[in-house]
């Protein structure tokens, strides 16, 4: 898995890390199931601290992109693809909705209408 964070982007970093890992899953270069390098190696290759890292991946834990195991590591969780591409669609229409003005609470409530 090859992971690049981009210095010019104004996100913190473990928002990158989140993101170019929820990629790479929706992307199909990590499958459901394959096992993540450790947090440690991660944070090596990026150039960043491993709490960085850590806080990346634990929130893809609670999105339920990824599944942490005591004594297996951390792995891609089951049907991570899909839900990945959603997370990153519905990131993408609240940032859309902040450009035309509108608040999360108003997507919500429009998402809520279409019912």
Do not use: W
Not at 27 to 49: F, I, K, Q, T, Y
């Amino acid at each position: 898995m090859l992971l690049k964070l981009d210095a010019s982007d104004s996100r913190p970093l473990h928002e990158q890390v989140a993101g170019a890992i929820r990629r790479a899953v929706a992307e199909g270069e990590c499958a459901p199931g394959d096992r993540l390098p450790p947090a440690r190696d991660l944070s090596r290759a990026l150039g960043v601290n491993a709490n960085t890292v850590l806080r990346g991946l634990r929130a893809l834990r609670d999105e339920g992109v990824l599944e942490f195991r005591r004594g297996r590591g951390i792995s891609v969780a089951e049907a991570a693809d899909q839900r990945a591409q959603l997370v990153e669609r519905v990131r993408e229409l609240v940032a859309d909705a902040a450009r035309a003005g509108y608040g999360r609470d108003d997507v919500v409530e429009m998402i809520r209408g279409l019912s």
